[in-house]
């Protein structure tokens, strides 16, 4: 059923108005006046090749996270075992991919396989070896899927933390993507304070729990001999001049508790007004952090952030209800850093910076100044061409290209999208788009009327043989930018975006507006009067 032309003009109408309404605010500096205070608050984000900021790779230590998870298994085990009466001795991770432990009494052989089977089918049991008194020698790892598995969810977790962190500093749009090989591209526009940023993200805050080997010798741990599950490590301490110094210390390589069980930290100054971050667990790591609290006082726990161990205190007794702290004479900056990092969420695994650039915003400017030059004097080529070539029917597709950018600017302003240089080039494409519709359309009329048709025939079988070769078009170029979009980066998706919303305005004023300008002269027209085209 055909739309009456009344309401066809009241839907045009309402898309011009709320195409004003959003880009009116994201193209004009209304900020304190009434209409900055009634119109929406909507703007046209810069990317990082417009506004300047950073990008950075980073590489996320997948080797380390698998042997933490192992170590983790080792310390489930335990426990579970435990439970059921079954002890297991000395969980140890080796190779970053095997877990190593024994099974005290060899009788629970068939009870201990089974607990492992209903209970841990994620790992599989690569060898087990008698000893002389009994005990079962067990060496596990993880099922191939398993792995793969866990090498998925350490990165997929790395770049949530990072977010959260990023989060922090009120980045508008910051694009975070995951790429081959365990690493994650961050691309953070306008940022303005980076050497801060490339402190917080890249400060890795990867926490661990180990026991320190008080029976090493520290002279022969300097010399390189160590216990097998032992390494050497260094505590920070600050002075009260404010120096660092570092005192080298021997610690179990088996990490007992990571900081994936946090759930808050928060600053804090002890009795002698000295910074300090307290912890709290989940439920999960509070049952974990009271057992091995438990089992192991009277021992110094480290307590080891980014492989620096900032204190070891003796556990005095058992330590329930989730709570923990790490000292180390911090500044009160240095511990609200730290807090906040680990609020944001610890790392799965150590990451490291790859690659670090600053974009400076100068060259954003001078490409925003060149990007506008080039779309205006195309923009007016275009105009006057039309113009010249179909008289009054290029009125027409000047006045409704005019209101295809209006809508590619509401529609960058109101979905919060990026504009990047890519971005400036799509919208110039689509400018082109536009007017192609409009040229189809319109030889088709003309072809219409050379065959001796009237105006009003004519321009129903023009626009009716050209909407479907439109939307063919249309529709593959969609498709074409969903794909960009989906497998781009920052700058390529920005053009994806403005290439997008280019077409799906042009489809809307070249196909829907136009006709209403059609319509409405043939409805006013003079009997007889031919159509200028």
Known sequence: MKMSLRIRIALALIGLLLGGLYALPALTNLQGTFLGKVLPESEIRLGLDLRGGMHLTLGVDIPRGVANTMAQFGQDIRSEAQDDGIFILRPQVVNDTKLEFTLARGDQQDQFERMLRNRFDNLQILSKQTQEAGQIRYAVSMTQQYRAHVEDLLVEQAIKT??????????????????????????????????????IIGQTAHLEFKLVDDQADIDRALRGILPPDAELASMHTRNPDGSVSQTPIVIKRDTLMTGEFITDARVSFDQFNQAYVGLNFNARGSRLFERITGENTGRRLAIVLDGNVHSAPVIQERIAGGRASITGRFTTEEATDLALVLRAGALPAPVHIMEERTVGPSLGRE?????LQAALIGGALILVFMLVYYSMSGIVANAVLCLNILLVMAGLAAFGATLTLPGIAGIILTIGIAVDANVLIFERIREEIRRGLTPAIAIDEGYSRALKAIVDANITTIIAAIVLYQFGTGPIRGFAVTLTLGILASMFTAIFVSRIFFDFWLKWRKPGTPLSI
Do not use: C, K, T
């Open 367 to 371: 490409s925003i100044e060149r990007g």
């Open 162 to 199: 990072i977010r959260n962190r990023i989060d922090q500093f009120g980045v508008a749009e910051p694009d975070i993507r995951r790429q081959a090989e365990g690493r994650i591209q961050v691309q953070l526009p306008g940022l303005q304070d980076p050497e801060r940023a490339v402190a």
